[in-house]
């Protein structure tokens, strides 16, 4: 007990701490109250470690370890950590190209470029240039929406749940709205159609069953108080054996028949030809609006490639609704949304420029070859900072991820570092910690980075943090 109450007594005062000269230099590039929490948690930390381990001799700090000097080092890398901020770049070496967690898309060049100019600078949000009166801020994109999805209309909100919300609550408010019960979807834990319906104040019918809905289901419930048929895009799952959902196009057709809107939303807002390049089909915003759905909605950060947003397109007089209605207010995007968005959308007005310029497309359709290349690279320069560990290339697959194309399986080529003398989680940990973090793949004690997701120009950043991952 007197060993615990001597060592107590010797931990330096937070007084003591905040006069060391590296925490007296660091205050003038850092705030001081938080260079004082710094040191009252590192004081606070040796303190109930001392106390919690009193029973253990082995355990405890010797003589020397509680000298300022030490405690001072400690607590500026604290003091750091904290100055730092919350929301901060990462790499994504996991391979899964939309990762909600890893904040989807990331921009291109372009909208990056349109974002900084307008965020640090007045602009004509709602200002018409041509006539010097008031504008409406869903002008700037508009007539781009317009003119690559074929529609007549398009109003931009805070997000595609806020796009089908919207569209139910200012079209079918009061009234039936018919789904497919194989289109019940659940994406990202809290968007659930049911929810999303009964919040809106469209009552739902379901028709048909789990894995086959037949037109007649949806032409059998039609009554006066229908509103509308919405079809769901199963977006994050996909059903084999013996399945059958409606096309677009004959949905429309018995819609219009009965006077009823046919609603789609499609999740992922694709615009170009995915099986051009490979991939598996995804149904394109452009061919459901050529196929008759009278509102189309998707997101502008899934396989779009642009900011968060929900994009409604489709006819003049039902977007019309959809922007009197008081909620549109509460769900509008601001301007660095519409930035950000015009920019990506004027990328698609040329599909090769669109493939090279959005993030999202160039790691969709990088070639193998060039992936494999990268990756052999990276483990040969891996080797030498991990030389213990067992490093090889081997063949896997990437994910596109971010509820689209869910079977979708990218052909593509991973570094799997096998740690010998450290713990594979310890790395995958300090990797994570690293600065900028690096988040990865762990199966069966075994690192997996898979280049595809990896920007070029973030190698380096990858080579520093394995070789800081590993020392630590
Ligand atoms: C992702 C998705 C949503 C939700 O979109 P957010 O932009 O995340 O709000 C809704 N419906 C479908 C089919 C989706 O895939």
Known sequence: MDNINALLRELPSVDRLM?????????????????LQAVQETIDTYRSYITSNASDQSLLPQTGDLHPANLAQEA??????????NLKPLVNAT???????LGRAPLSEQAVKALTDIAANYNNLELSLENGK?????????????EISGAEAAIALNNNAAAVFMALNALAGGLEVVVSRGQLVEIGGSFRIPEIMAASGAKLVEVG??????????EAVVNENTAAFLKVHTSNYHMVGFTAEVETSELAGLAHKHNLLLIEDLGSGVFLDLEKYGLPPEPRVQDSVSAGADLVTFSGDKMLGGPQCGIIVGREDLVARIRKNQLARAMRVDKFTIAALEATMRLYLDEEKAIREIPVWRMLTAEPALLEERAKTLASRFAEIAGSANISVV???????????PTAELPTYLVVVKPMEVKAERVVENLRLNNPPVILRLQHDMLLFDPRTVFEDQEDILVQALKKAYQD
């Open 395 to 405: 063949r896997g697959v990437s994910k596109v991820g971010g509820g689209a194309l």
């Open 19 to 35: 006069r060391e000269s590296l925490l007296e230099d660091l205050q003038l590039k850092l705030p001081r109250r938080v260079v």
């Open 134 to 146: 008031r504008g409406s801020r869903q002008e700037h994109l508009e007539s781009l929406l317009c």
């Open 95 to 101: 391979g899964i190209i939309i990762h909600t967690n």
């Open 76 to 85: 500026l890398v604290l003091a750091e950590k904290k100055a730092g901020m």
């Open 209 to 218: 069953t789990t894995n086959k809905t037949y037109l007649r289901d949806y």
